[in-house]
């Protein structure tokens, strides 16, 4: 039976630590010119709810701030991250383009399913050829609720899929497993907490142990 896995983008299979920083520091640094922010940049306090849609990010860091202020300082954010991709940035994790075409020449299927927005996950997509690997990539931005479970279900209808896996490394990413009746893989990344990940089915500390996962047919 053919096996269908569905990553998870930022802290998975992208290492969005290498340009968080920079990229947050950048629009607060935009508030500050705009005398809207006057305190360090909240970087610890992104990387506890990192995962979460953008939207909720801002409620979370600006909570006393206007929704035209969140918005605007979103779009700033969005520009920077980008950019930072396209510059080089960024970078894969350990092991993903050899463990995606592992799967693929095993006949998995691969989607991807990130609470990241359409543009920036399309600049992660296109500078590292993802393309070559992965069938469709969805963005929270394509469901009205913001909710993951939601996202992989549209996923999952659409492919029929019946037997997989969901690999992430928060909870989101856990829950959307479990709700659709998949495998809960989570990934013990830079983003992880260990009460989350108890939760997961499997937990793996480096991508390429998804090859003997597939192989001993876990999921």
Not at 30 to 56: A, C, F, H, Q
Not at 146 to 164: A, F, M, R
Request: glycine share 6%; net charge negative; proline share 2%.
């Amino acid at each position: 039976m053919v096996q269908s896995l569905i990553f998870d983008m930022d802290g998975t299979l992208f290492q969005t630590n290498k340009i968080l920083d920079i990229s947050l520091e950048d629009a607060f640094n935009d508030l500050r010119s705009l005398n809207e922010w006057d305190k360090e940049t909240p970087i610890d306090k992104y990387r506890e709810i990192m995962g979460v849609p953008l939207p909720k990010v801002w409620e979370a860091l600006l909570p006393n701030h206007s929704i035209e202020v969140r918005k605007r300082t979103d779009l700033y954010f969005l520009a920077r991250l980008i950019e930072n991709i396209r510059s080089g940035k960024g970078a894969l994790y350990p092991n993903v383009k050899e463990v995606l075409n592992y799967l693929k020449v095993n006949n998995c299927s691969i989607y991807i399913a990130s609470n990241g927005l359409t543009e920036y996950l399309t600049a992660v997509v296109n500078y590292y050829n993802l393309d070559n690997w992965v069938t469709e990539t969805f963005s929270i931005q394509q469901i009205g609720s913001l909710n993951k479970s939601d996202l992989v279900k549209t996923i999952v209808e659409k492919y029929g899929i019946t037997k997989g896996a969901v690999v992430g490394d928060r909870l989101s990413d856990i829950n959307a497993a479990k709700d659709n009746g998949l495998v809960a893989i989570g990934c013990n990344f830079d983003f992880a907490q260990e009460d989350e990940l108890c939760q997961a089915d499997i937990v793996i500390n480096d991508l390429v142990e998804l090859k003997t996962i597939v192989s001993q047919q876990l999921v």
